[in-house]
């Protein structure tokens, strides 16, 4: 379940880990999904979850979108958008130092680490940077089929021996190609550490990439790259992205196309290993009960000894600046998509924390006024993908798009023009932010909260001002952000055509 997650939040039982709601919450990659089981990472249903907190007290354990909680979340999104804007608020006092996270180099790979008492499990993630940026459209999805392939193979676990070591110790191996960097790493108990490192670490390092490993690990990526790109649910993301970044490095497909997938060759892994595999390109993250000097032990001996290379982090270039327009794949189905896609300020922006509630706001009024108030869609909010360009959108499945798409403009327009209201919106942002921490407790979530926060914001430990920050937003910043970054929309559409009625 963790091997393809672009989402905030995950519908995990996680029984052997108890949150520490005395730390800091983790930072993530919180990309609202479309809600439906058809979804390829249904099971975050992120844009769900974070609306139903927002108008709800009590979480249910029904995931899915009830006509019941509509009238419940309307409530909650309308009275943001009357009265005056208010100015000022309570002081909070801030999280005591955290002692217990700390960053250091073995061996010219840096390592976060932090250290938590009160659970059993260990995540380990590492970040191979760059993501689109190391990849041409002739390699893309290399670093995904090279990882994948050493499942199959490595010099001290041959063949299937790798798997079945992995297996015994119950961990969950996560593999998760991304635009700004791969992320390879497990999810397991800490008395494990050590014989699930050993497979780990020998992966990265001594991939066997024989004939039969990348032939077996081709085959599963192929098969999703083909499911990718033909799912409606999945290929209008596909062509929203292409719309928004054209002759951008973010325009190829980290996963890799069935064209890329199926020419890339045992060597040409071979060699991309050799000049890409250096710890310069890497970054550790270990969250769990576990000992630095575990950890600098187990690094040193493995991925320490990789050679450095001379690889340096940076962000990618801003995305293109286009006019708005829509790129249509005309299919004679039931059922349409309109998936719009606007960049953002960068993390570094205080226009970021602004941008991120005004996607939020948009997503409860898309919610509002295409399901609840019209039943046009089974699912209309707005997604956010968190990267280093982030991005918001609106998005809508529905069989009558000629009237989704004036609403969609419709509920841009609100943000951009309606007055908020100061205290309404504190309280929707109290809720946001209760949602964000509560479901972001896990080891896996605080390792990729302090990764983002260390190569977005240049420090890991300015992560922890999240919440801080989201409360700092006043209502005229939400439309500052509203009327500046959502009128650079650019738009996809996956459907028959005809019903649109010249409504482009």
């Known amino acids: 379940m963790e091997q393809r997650r672009d989402g905030l939040l995950l ?22 999904r479309l809600p439906t089981p058809r979804h ?62 700390v960053a250091y180099d073995v061996a010219g790979l840096r390592v976060i680490q932090r250290i938590n008492r009160a659970s059993e499990v260990v995540a380990v993630r590492l970040y191979l940077l760059g993501g689109a ?20 193979g490595t010099a001290q676990f041959p063949d299937e ?4 070591a992995m297996a015994r110790t119950g961990s969950v191996v996560s593999l998760e190609p991304e635009v700004d960097w791969t992320v390879f790493g497990f999810t397991g108990l800490a008395r494990d550490l050590d014989a699930v490192w050993r497979v780990f670490a020998d992966r990265v390092t001594h991939p066997a990439l024989s004939e039969r490993a990348v032939a077996q690990a081709r085959g599963k990526l192929l098969s999703r790259a083909r499911t990718r790109y033909s799912n409606p649910d999945e290929r209008i993301r596909i062509l929203a992205t292409a719309a928004l ?71 990618p270039p801003p995305a293109p600046e286009l006019k708005p327009h829509w790129l249509v794949e005309h299919r004679a189905i039931p059922t349409n998509y309109i998936l719009a896609y606007f960049t953002g300020p960068p993390p570094t922006s205080r226009g970021y924390w602004a941008f991120r509630l005004a996607t939020a706001l948009l997503s409860s009024e898309l919610h509002r006024m295409v399901r609840s108030e019209r039943s046009l869609s089974y699912a209309a ?18 069989p009558k798009p000629q009237q989704v798409l004036p609403l969609m403009t419709a509920a841009i327009e609100t943000l951009q023009f309606s007055q908020l209201d100061y205290f309404a919106l504190s309280r929707f942002v109290d809720s946001f932010a209760f949602d964000y ?10 390792a990729e909260f302090l990764a983002r926060a260390d190569l977005y914001l240049g420090d890991y430990r300015l992560g922890d001002e999240f919440v801080k920050r989201l409360r700092s937003v006043r209502p005229t910043e939400i439309r500052a952000v509203a009327s500046g970054y959502m009128r650079r929309i650019q738009y996809a559409y996956l459907g028959d055509t005809v019903r649109m009625r010249g409504h482009w």
């Open 40 to 101: 390829r990472r249904a099971g975050h249903a992120l844009g769900r979850r974070v609306l139903r907190r927002l108008a709800a007290r009590r979480r249910s354990q029904d995931h899915s979108v009830s006509s019941r909680r509509t009238p419940i979340l309307c409530a909650a999104a309308l009275p943001l958008f009357w009265g005056g804007a208010g100015s000022g608020g309570v002081a909070r006092s801030g999280p005591a130092p955290d002692t217990l996270t």
């Open 437 to 446: 921490l509560a479901e972001n407790a896990s080891a896996a979530d605080q």
């Open 245 to 315: 970044f054209q002759d951008h490095p973010y325009a190829l497909d980290p996963e890799g196309t069935e064209a890329s997938l199926a020419a890339l060759t045992p060597a040409d892994l071979q060699a991309y290993g050799r000049d890409q595999l250096v710890t310069s390109r890497m970054l550790l993250v270990v969250v769990g009960n576990v000992e630095r000097a575990q950890v600098e032990s187990l690094v040193g001996a493995t991925l320490g000894q990789l050679p450095h290379g001379a690889y340096q982090w940076t962000l």
């Open 161 to 164: 021996t790798a798997r079945r």
């Open 381 to 398: 909010f707005a997604p956010f993908i968190d990267q280093a360009i982030p991005v918001g959108g609106a998005y809508a499945s529905t």
């Open 11 to 32: 519908d995990l039982r996680r029984p052997h880990e108890r949150p520490d709601h005395e730390r800091p919450a983790a930072l993530r990659h919180d990309l609202r």
């Open 133 to 152: 940026r190391q990849l041409t459209e002739r390699t893309a999805g290399i670093e995904a089929l090279l990882l994948r392939s050493s499942e199959y």
